[in-house]
Protein backbone atom coordinates (compact mmCIF):
# COMPACT_ATOMS: atom_id res chain seq x y z
CA UNK A 1 0.00 0.00 0.00
CA UNK A 2 2.60 2.19 0.89
CA UNK A 3 4.20 1.56 -2.54
CA UNK A 4 1.01 2.37 -4.51
CA UNK A 5 0.50 5.86 -2.48
CA UNK A 6 4.17 6.48 -3.58
CA UNK A 7 3.96 6.02 -7.12
CA UNK A 8 0.08 8.18 -7.13
CA UNK A 9 1.52 11.01 -5.02
CA UNK A 10 -1.80 10.52 -2.02
CA UNK A 11 -2.07 8.75 1.62
CA UNK A 12 -2.34 5.72 2.60
CA UNK A 13 -5.61 6.27 3.75
CA UNK A 14 -6.55 7.66 0.43
CA UNK A 15 -5.51 3.71 -0.93
CA UNK A 16 -6.89 2.34 1.35
CA UNK A 17 -9.94 3.65 1.25
CA UNK A 18 -10.28 2.93 -3.11
CA UNK A 19 -9.64 -0.57 -2.43
CA UNK A 20 -12.44 -0.99 0.24
CA UNK A 21 -14.55 1.10 -2.47
CA UNK A 22 -15.09 4.22 0.75
CA UNK A 23 -17.92 6.58 -0.70
CA UNK A 24 -15.18 9.43 0.35
CA UNK A 25 -12.72 8.53 -2.91
CA UNK A 26 -14.19 10.19 -6.15
CA UNK A 27 -14.45 7.61 -9.14
CA UNK A 28 -11.40 8.35 -11.19
CA UNK A 29 -9.61 8.21 -8.20
CA UNK A 30 -10.79 4.53 -7.35
CA UNK A 31 -10.36 3.74 -10.91
CA UNK A 32 -6.28 4.82 -10.89
CA UNK A 33 -5.75 2.88 -7.73
CA UNK A 34 -7.13 0.06 -8.65
CA UNK A 35 -5.56 0.19 -12.44
CA UNK A 36 -2.17 0.44 -10.05
CA UNK A 37 -2.93 -2.33 -7.80
CA UNK A 38 -3.82 -4.64 -10.91
CA UNK A 39 -0.63 -3.54 -12.46
CA UNK A 40 1.53 -4.98 -9.25
CA UNK A 41 -0.88 -8.05 -8.56
CA UNK A 42 -1.38 -5.95 -4.76
CA UNK A 43 -3.48 -8.57 -2.80
CA UNK A 44 -4.60 -7.06 0.64
CA UNK A 45 -3.97 -9.17 3.80
CA UNK A 46 -6.95 -9.48 5.18
CA UNK A 47 -5.26 -10.93 8.42
CA UNK A 48 -3.70 -7.72 9.37
CA UNK A 49 -6.83 -5.80 8.63
CA UNK A 50 -8.43 -8.28 11.13
CA UNK A 51 -5.69 -7.85 13.69
CA UNK A 52 -6.28 -3.78 13.33
CA UNK A 53 -9.77 -4.13 13.59
CA UNK A 54 -10.12 -6.85 16.52
CA UNK A 55 -12.64 -9.17 14.18
CA UNK A 56 -13.10 -10.54 10.73
CA UNK A 57 -15.06 -12.37 8.46
CA UNK A 58 -13.62 -15.47 8.83
CA UNK A 59 -15.09 -18.62 10.98
CA UNK A 60 -12.76 -21.19 12.24
CA UNK A 61 -13.99 -24.85 12.08
CA UNK A 62 -11.96 -27.63 14.11
CA UNK A 63 -12.70 -31.49 13.04
CA UNK A 64 -11.40 -34.96 14.10
CA UNK A 65 -10.16 -35.75 10.44
CA UNK A 66 -11.40 -35.31 6.46
CA UNK A 67 -11.93 -38.56 5.62
CA UNK A 68 -15.01 -40.48 4.52
CA UNK A 69 -18.73 -38.78 3.74
CA UNK A 70 -19.81 -37.10 6.94
CA UNK A 71 -17.12 -34.42 7.96
CA UNK A 72 -16.51 -33.77 4.46
CA UNK A 73 -20.05 -33.55 3.89
CA UNK A 74 -20.57 -31.18 7.25
CA UNK A 75 -17.85 -28.83 6.03
CA UNK A 76 -19.07 -27.86 2.56
CA UNK A 77 -22.59 -27.18 4.28
CA UNK A 78 -20.41 -24.95 6.44
CA UNK A 79 -18.60 -23.47 3.50
CA UNK A 80 -21.80 -22.91 1.50
CA UNK A 81 -23.88 -21.20 4.32
CA UNK A 82 -20.72 -19.22 5.65
CA UNK A 83 -19.87 -17.96 1.64
CA UNK A 84 -23.70 -16.78 1.23
CA UNK A 85 -22.93 -14.61 4.68
CA UNK A 86 -20.31 -13.12 3.30
CA UNK A 87 -17.66 -15.12 5.66
CA UNK A 88 -14.51 -17.45 4.73
CA UNK A 89 -13.51 -20.40 6.63
CA UNK A 90 -10.14 -22.05 7.94
CA UNK A 91 -10.11 -25.64 8.68
CA UNK A 92 -8.05 -27.44 11.50
CA UNK A 93 -7.92 -31.39 12.00
CA UNK A 94 -7.17 -32.44 15.26
CA UNK A 95 -6.60 -36.28 14.25
CA UNK A 96 -8.37 -37.71 17.15
CA UNK A 97 -5.77 -35.61 19.45
CA UNK A 98 -6.54 -33.65 22.28
CA UNK A 99 -3.01 -31.71 22.07
CA UNK A 100 -4.00 -31.04 18.55
CA UNK A 101 -7.37 -29.78 19.41
CA UNK A 102 -5.91 -27.28 21.48
CA UNK A 103 -3.05 -26.21 19.02
CA UNK A 104 -5.84 -25.38 16.77
CA UNK A 105 -7.75 -23.92 19.13
CA UNK A 106 -4.95 -21.26 19.59
CA UNK A 107 -4.08 -20.89 15.75
CA UNK A 108 -8.12 -19.85 15.77
CA UNK A 109 -7.64 -17.81 18.78
CA UNK A 110 -4.28 -15.78 16.55
CA UNK A 111 -6.46 -15.32 13.31
CA UNK A 112 -8.88 -13.40 15.30
CA UNK A 113 -11.58 -15.31 13.66
CA UNK A 114 -15.54 -14.28 14.22
CA UNK A 115 -16.74 -17.54 15.49
CA UNK A 116 -15.35 -20.65 16.45
CA UNK A 117 -16.96 -24.21 15.63
CA UNK A 118 -16.05 -27.52 16.86
CA UNK A 119 -16.97 -31.18 17.00
CA UNK A 120 -14.55 -32.94 19.80
CA UNK A 121 -11.43 -35.62 19.04
CA UNK A 122 -12.26 -39.18 19.94
CA UNK A 123 -9.07 -38.19 23.00
CA UNK A 124 -10.88 -34.98 24.20
CA UNK A 125 -12.15 -35.79 27.88
CA UNK A 126 -10.66 -32.39 29.56
CA UNK A 127 -12.80 -29.64 27.93
CA UNK A 128 -10.94 -27.00 29.86
CA UNK A 129 -9.17 -25.23 27.00
CA UNK A 130 -12.70 -24.19 25.64
CA UNK A 131 -13.10 -22.10 28.20
CA UNK A 132 -10.29 -19.70 26.66
CA UNK A 133 -12.89 -19.13 23.82
CA UNK A 134 -16.18 -18.34 26.42
CA UNK A 135 -13.51 -15.88 28.64
CA UNK A 136 -12.97 -13.83 25.33
CA UNK A 137 -16.46 -13.43 24.25
CA UNK A 138 -15.59 -15.28 20.99
CA UNK A 139 -18.66 -17.09 19.83
CA UNK A 140 -18.69 -20.91 20.22
CA UNK A 141 -20.61 -23.41 18.54
CA UNK A 142 -20.62 -27.54 18.45
CA UNK A 143 -21.49 -29.69 16.32
CA UNK A 144 -21.88 -33.51 16.68
CA UNK A 145 -19.52 -34.30 18.91
CA UNK A 146 -20.16 -32.04 21.85
CA UNK A 147 -19.88 -30.65 25.15
CA UNK A 148 -22.68 -31.50 26.98
CA UNK A 149 -24.78 -28.91 28.88
CA UNK A 150 -27.56 -26.44 29.14
CA UNK A 151 -24.88 -23.53 28.48
CA UNK A 152 -23.68 -24.75 25.30
CA UNK A 153 -24.33 -23.66 21.74
CA UNK A 154 -24.44 -26.72 19.78
CA UNK A 155 -26.38 -28.94 16.73
CA UNK A 156 -26.21 -32.41 16.63
CA UNK A 157 -28.36 -35.73 15.36
CA UNK A 158 -30.46 -37.18 17.28
CA UNK A 159 -28.76 -40.22 18.06
CA UNK A 160 -30.54 -41.79 20.45
CA UNK A 161 -33.67 -41.98 18.25
CA UNK A 162 -31.06 -43.44 15.58
CA UNK A 163 -30.02 -46.06 17.75
CA UNK A 164 -33.80 -46.62 17.91
CA UNK A 165 -34.92 -46.98 14.54
CA UNK A 166 -31.72 -49.07 13.62
CA UNK A 167 -32.94 -52.00 16.52
CA UNK A 168 -36.54 -51.51 16.26
CA UNK A 169 -36.10 -51.72 12.67
CA UNK A 170 -34.33 -55.34 13.27
CA UNK A 171 -36.57 -56.09 15.61
CA UNK A 172 -39.14 -56.19 13.10
CA UNK A 173 -37.10 -58.43 10.92
CA UNK A 174 -37.51 -61.21 13.45
CA UNK A 175 -34.01 -60.81 15.42
CA UNK A 176 -34.35 -61.36 18.81
CA UNK A 177 -29.97 -61.33 20.33
CA UNK A 178 -29.46 -58.06 18.76
CA UNK A 179 -25.62 -57.33 19.58
CA UNK A 180 -24.18 -53.50 19.73
CA UNK A 181 -20.92 -52.28 18.40
CA UNK A 182 -20.07 -49.10 20.97
CA UNK A 183 -17.96 -46.38 20.29
CA UNK A 184 -16.33 -44.80 23.27
CA UNK A 185 -18.93 -43.71 25.38
CA UNK A 186 -17.59 -40.69 26.75
CA UNK A 187 -18.44 -39.12 23.64
CA UNK A 188 -22.28 -37.82 23.54
CA UNK A 189 -23.16 -39.83 19.85
CA UNK A 190 -21.94 -43.04 20.87
CA UNK A 191 -23.49 -43.14 24.21
CA UNK A 192 -26.82 -41.41 22.99
CA UNK A 193 -26.92 -44.26 20.30
CA UNK A 194 -26.35 -47.13 22.33
CA UNK A 195 -29.05 -45.82 24.78
CA UNK A 196 -31.83 -45.98 21.45
CA UNK A 197 -30.84 -49.42 20.89
CA UNK A 198 -31.37 -50.10 24.69
CA UNK A 199 -34.44 -48.09 24.73
CA UNK A 200 -35.50 -50.07 21.79
CA UNK A 201 -34.58 -53.59 23.52
CA UNK A 202 -36.87 -52.62 26.39
CA UNK A 203 -39.95 -51.22 24.43
CA UNK A 204 -39.85 -55.01 22.62
CA UNK A 205 -39.47 -56.60 26.65
CA UNK A 206 -36.19 -58.01 25.57
CA UNK A 207 -33.25 -57.64 28.88
CA UNK A 208 -29.46 -55.97 28.33
CA UNK A 209 -27.28 -58.52 27.55
CA UNK A 210 -24.03 -56.86 28.24
CA UNK A 211 -22.42 -59.78 26.84
CA UNK A 212 -24.09 -58.63 23.45
CA UNK A 213 -22.50 -55.25 23.51
CA UNK A 214 -18.57 -54.76 22.18
CA UNK A 215 -17.24 -51.46 23.19
CA UNK A 216 -14.34 -50.01 20.73
CA UNK A 217 -13.41 -47.65 17.91
CA UNK A 218 -15.67 -47.91 15.05
CA UNK A 219 -12.97 -48.85 12.58
CA UNK A 220 -13.34 -51.71 10.06
CA UNK A 221 -10.55 -53.78 11.91
CA UNK A 222 -12.21 -53.91 15.37
CA UNK A 223 -15.60 -54.46 13.67
CA UNK A 224 -14.10 -57.51 12.84
CA UNK A 225 -12.84 -58.57 16.32
CA UNK A 226 -16.19 -58.20 18.06
CA UNK A 227 -17.83 -59.69 15.80
CA UNK A 228 -15.25 -63.12 15.97
CA UNK A 229 -15.85 -62.56 19.63
CA UNK A 230 -19.50 -62.57 19.53
CA UNK A 231 -19.90 -65.53 17.70
CA UNK A 232 -17.81 -67.51 20.14
CA UNK A 233 -19.96 -67.19 23.06
CA UNK A 234 -22.49 -69.86 23.63
CA UNK A 235 -25.60 -68.32 22.05
CA UNK A 236 -24.27 -65.75 19.27
CA UNK A 237 -26.39 -63.18 18.61
CA UNK A 238 -28.56 -63.06 15.61
CA UNK A 239 -28.09 -59.24 14.57
CA UNK A 240 -26.09 -56.52 15.29
CA UNK A 241 -26.36 -52.84 15.25
CA UNK A 242 -23.21 -50.88 14.70
CA UNK A 243 -22.87 -47.45 16.12
CA UNK A 244 -20.24 -46.65 12.69
CA UNK A 245 -20.44 -47.74 9.19
CA UNK A 246 -17.07 -48.62 9.40
CA UNK A 247 -17.16 -51.17 11.65
CA UNK A 248 -20.43 -52.59 10.73
CA UNK A 249 -18.37 -53.38 7.24
CA UNK A 250 -15.60 -55.14 9.51
CA UNK A 251 -18.14 -57.15 10.71
CA UNK A 252 -20.11 -57.69 7.63
CA UNK A 253 -17.08 -59.82 6.22
CA UNK A 254 -15.76 -61.57 9.40
CA UNK A 255 -19.78 -63.33 9.46
CA UNK A 256 -19.21 -64.11 5.85
CA UNK A 257 -15.76 -65.39 6.30
CA UNK A 258 -17.23 -67.69 8.97
CA UNK A 259 -19.56 -68.75 6.79
CA UNK A 260 -22.62 -66.74 7.92
CA UNK A 261 -25.25 -65.97 5.13
CA UNK A 262 -26.37 -61.99 5.22
CA UNK A 263 -29.26 -61.11 6.66
CA UNK A 264 -30.35 -64.35 6.50
CA UNK A 265 -27.89 -66.10 9.66
CA UNK A 266 -26.39 -62.50 10.73
CA UNK A 267 -28.31 -59.13 9.88
CA UNK A 268 -26.29 -56.23 9.87
CA UNK A 269 -26.80 -52.57 10.35
CA UNK A 270 -24.56 -49.25 10.16
CA UNK A 271 -24.68 -45.84 11.38
CA UNK A 272 -23.55 -42.39 8.76
CA UNK A 273 -24.41 -43.50 5.10
CA UNK A 274 -20.83 -43.79 4.18
CA UNK A 275 -20.75 -43.97 0.10
CA UNK A 276 -19.25 -47.83 0.17
CA UNK A 277 -22.86 -48.68 2.06
CA UNK A 278 -24.19 -48.50 -1.40
CA UNK A 279 -21.70 -51.08 -2.87
CA UNK A 280 -21.38 -53.58 -0.14
CA UNK A 281 -22.40 -57.18 -0.88
CA UNK A 282 -25.07 -56.96 0.10
CA UNK A 283 -26.07 -52.82 0.35
CA UNK A 284 -25.91 -51.68 4.04
CA UNK A 285 -28.93 -50.75 6.16
CA UNK A 286 -27.62 -47.41 7.85
CA UNK A 287 -28.75 -44.02 9.18
CA UNK A 288 -28.21 -40.76 7.31
CA UNK A 289 -27.22 -37.90 9.74
CA UNK A 290 -28.13 -35.13 7.36
CA UNK A 291 -24.67 -33.98 7.26
CA UNK A 292 -24.74 -30.40 4.70
CA UNK A 293 -28.05 -30.00 6.65
CA UNK A 294 -26.06 -29.98 10.05
CA UNK A 295 -23.21 -28.01 8.70
CA UNK A 296 -25.51 -25.03 7.63
CA UNK A 297 -27.29 -25.28 10.73
CA UNK A 298 -24.51 -25.02 12.91
CA UNK A 299 -23.26 -21.63 10.57
CA UNK A 300 -27.04 -20.49 11.06
CA UNK A 301 -26.26 -20.77 15.06
CA UNK A 302 -22.96 -19.42 14.75
CA UNK A 303 -24.15 -16.32 13.47
CA UNK A 304 -26.89 -15.41 15.53
CA UNK A 305 -24.65 -15.83 18.39
CA UNK A 306 -22.00 -13.53 15.99
CA UNK A 307 -25.10 -10.76 15.66
CA UNK A 308 -25.58 -10.80 18.74
CA UNK A 309 -22.60 -8.43 19.93
CA UNK A 310 -21.95 -9.47 23.06
CA UNK A 311 -25.37 -9.36 24.33
CA UNK A 312 -26.99 -11.73 26.64
CA UNK A 313 -27.89 -14.81 24.40
CA UNK A 314 -29.28 -18.19 25.46
CA UNK A 315 -27.65 -21.26 24.58
CA UNK A 316 -29.41 -23.68 22.71
CA UNK A 317 -29.16 -27.19 21.05
CA UNK A 318 -30.36 -27.74 17.44
CA UNK A 319 -31.40 -31.89 17.31
CA UNK A 320 -31.62 -33.09 13.78
CA UNK A 321 -34.17 -35.86 12.85
CA UNK A 322 -32.11 -38.99 11.97
CA UNK A 323 -33.18 -40.83 8.68
CA UNK A 324 -33.01 -44.84 8.68
CA UNK A 325 -32.28 -46.30 4.88
CA UNK A 326 -33.43 -50.08 4.70
CA UNK A 327 -31.45 -52.10 2.26
CA UNK A 328 -30.63 -55.91 1.81
CA UNK A 329 -28.05 -56.21 4.86
CA UNK A 330 -30.80 -56.33 7.37
CA UNK A 331 -33.73 -57.33 5.17
CA UNK A 332 -34.96 -61.36 6.40
CA UNK A 333 -38.29 -60.88 4.56
CA UNK A 334 -39.00 -61.07 1.18
CA UNK A 335 -41.28 -58.45 0.23
CA UNK A 336 -39.27 -56.43 -2.32
CA UNK A 337 -41.04 -52.93 -1.12
CA UNK A 338 -39.03 -53.08 2.13
CA UNK A 339 -35.67 -52.99 0.49
CA UNK A 340 -34.00 -49.63 -0.12
CA UNK A 341 -37.12 -47.96 1.81
CA UNK A 342 -36.57 -45.12 3.96
CA UNK A 343 -38.59 -43.98 6.98
CA UNK A 344 -38.31 -42.19 10.03
CA UNK A 345 -40.06 -42.52 13.49
CA UNK A 346 -42.32 -40.19 15.80
CA UNK A 347 -39.54 -41.68 18.63
CA UNK A 348 -39.50 -39.45 22.37
CA UNK A 349 -36.36 -40.43 24.26
Do not use: W
Not at 3 to 12: C, H, I, Q, T
Not at 156 to 162: A, C, H, I, P, S
Not at 170 to 182: D, N, P, V
Not at 328 to 340: D, H, I, K, N, Y
Request: hydrophobic residues 40%; contains cysteine.
Amino acid sequence: MADLARELGVSMTTISRALSDHHSIGPAMKQKVLKLAKKYNYQPNRLASALRKGKSQLIGIIVPYIEGRFFPSVVHGIETAASKAGYNVIICQSNEDVAQERRNLEILLSAQVAGILVSLSRTTLDVRHFEKVRSRGLPLVFFDRIVEGDNVNAVVLNDQEGGYLSTRHLLSQGCRRIAHLAGPQHLNIYKNRRQGYLDALREAGIAEDEQLIHYADMSQEQGSTAMRQLLTLPEPPDAVFAAGDYSALGAMQEARRQGLRVPQDMAITGFSNETFTLITEPAMTTIDQRCEEMGQAAVRLLLEVIDAGGAPFTPRQVALRPELLVRTSSVRQTEPELVARSYTSTFVP
